[in-house]
């Protein structure tokens, strides 16, 4: 197969939040070629729904979020990296709200901050439930504006460069036509997402499968933690298969978890037979609550019950799971939603410190693809 040649100084492999960011924060001096394998909005952060931890209320404290990651990700967090990453929280929003991404206010003008599993204080910051898309969209567009960032669409890496030392030195890339091309760079960085796609039954985009972890891996880069997939409880249930996203967002605004009753009405709440914290612990307990009662119960699925909030609230601050749920004749403000577990996120994957370093010289890994210590055993809701 013919091979092109050409060169960069950063090749940023993944368009998603973290390819972008990145792109976004180095230097104009730079020349730095970003892209994706599919359309720039088909990856997981165009998706996200319910939001992005921070601490800004006066009552939270960073304290607080780092216990409560350090919880849900069951002792086997690296502390150092939740404190270096946590901390840096405040000044993420504050940088998004600079590129003019519309975060949800309350009346004075305040950021609104909603809650979520695991999380003992308000501290997600969102975009009513589509954040993902509100910060994706701001990015691209600034991305699109600089004349130093080349987005290259429909492209995909597969194959890593390496040099006689084994310096990574750029990648091979297959084009939107279908040719074969040696992109050259000084710097390398995989922001290729988690695998989601692996799994028969996921919440992921279809460009999820795992390929930054599995190119690291064949240049001989640590990857680690890969048995730690998390399993999001609540996916939209249709006929047996997952169809979309239900943010947890709902249960920390009171959604109640139920089995089926009779002639399709909610039946008994179930939650607090699991875990103290019922509806708001953390997901891989409530997760595991819902398999082990549809395996007991041998159901498909259980019911999420929202029914209490009115028709105008939720509308406000669910339109998208609203709008989700309509598509699949579900009416969220008089019916329960059918829901069950199914893989959302890599805990684990190529071993990066924080600042994005892996194992070989010259390649770097930032977002999903890499495993900071951040995670453990688990991800904290709205921590990625
Ligand atoms: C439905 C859903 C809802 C979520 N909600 C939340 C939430 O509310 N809060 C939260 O914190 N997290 C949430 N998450 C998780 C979060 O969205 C992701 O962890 C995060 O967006 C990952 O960002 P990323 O940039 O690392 O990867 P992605 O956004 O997945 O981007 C990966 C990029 O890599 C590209 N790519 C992959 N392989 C190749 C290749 N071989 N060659 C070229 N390009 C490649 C893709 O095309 C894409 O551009 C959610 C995830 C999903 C799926």
């Not at 040649?5 to 104009?28: E, F, Q, R, Y």
């Not at 091979?172 to 039954?201: E, F, K």
């Not at 612990?281 to 009115?310: C, G, K, W, Y």
Request: charged residues 15%; aromatic residues 4%; contains cysteine.
């Amino acid at each position: 197969m013919p091979h092109s040649k050409t060169c960069t100084d950063v090749l940023i492999i993944g368009s998603g939040l973290a390819g972008m960011s990145l792109a976004l924060s180095l230097p104009a001096t730079l020349r730095i070629t970003l892209l994706s394998k599919g359309r720039a909005d088909e990856c997981a952060s165009a998706w996200a729904q319910g939001g992005i931890a921070a601490v800004l209320d006066a009552s939270d404290s960073l304290e607080a979020h780092v216990q409560d990651t350090l919880i849900a990700g069951a002792g086997l967090c690296d502390e150092t990296a939740v404190r270096r990453i946590l901390e840096q929280g405040p000044d993420a929003i504050a940088w998004l709200q600079q590129h003019g991404v519309p975060f949800s206010t309350q009346a004075n003008g305040q950021l609104h901050l909603t809650r979520e599993g695991g999380h003992r204080a308000r501290r997600i910051v969102h975009a009513t439930d589509r954040t993902g898309l509100a910060v994706h969209q701001r990015l691209l567009q600034a991305c699109q504006r600089l004349g130093h960032i080349t987005l290259l669409q429909h492209c995909t890496a597969i194959e890593l460069l390496q040099d006689a030392q084994h310096r990574c030195v750029g990648a091979t890339v297959r084009n939107a036509d279908g040719r074969h091309q040696r992109m050259l760079a000084s710097h390398t960085v995989l922001a290729t997402g988690g695998m989601g796609q692996i799994y028969p039954s996921t919440t992921n985009p279809a460009t999820t499968t795992g390929d930054g972890i599995a190119m690291a891996w064949r240049a001989g880069c640590a990857v680690r933690d890969l048995e730690f997939m998390q399993f999001h409880p609540t996916a939209l249930h249709i006929n047996g298969k997952a169809v979309g996203l239900v943010s947890e967002a709902l249960r920390g605004e009171g959604a109640l978890l139920r089995l089926p009753g009779k002639n399709g009405n909610p039946g008994e709440r179930f939650m607090l037979r699991h875990d103290s914290r019922a509806e708001l612990a953390p997901r891989d307990i409530v997760a595991r609550a819902i398999d082990t009662e549809m395996r007991v119960h041998q159901l498909s699925h259980v019911l999420l019950d929202i029914t209490h909030q009115s028709r105008d609230w939720l509308a406000q601050h669910f339109p998208g799971v609203m709008a989700l749920c309509a598509a699949h004749g579900i009416d969220i403000a008089t019916q329960p939603i059918p829901v069950a577990p199914c893989a959302h996120y890599t805990c684990g994957g190529v071993q990066a410190h924080v600042d994005g370093r892996t194992s070989v010289a010259g390649l770097w890994a930032i977002g999903e693809v890499a495993r900071t210590g951040l995670h453990g055993a688990n991800r904290l809701a709205s921590n990625s």
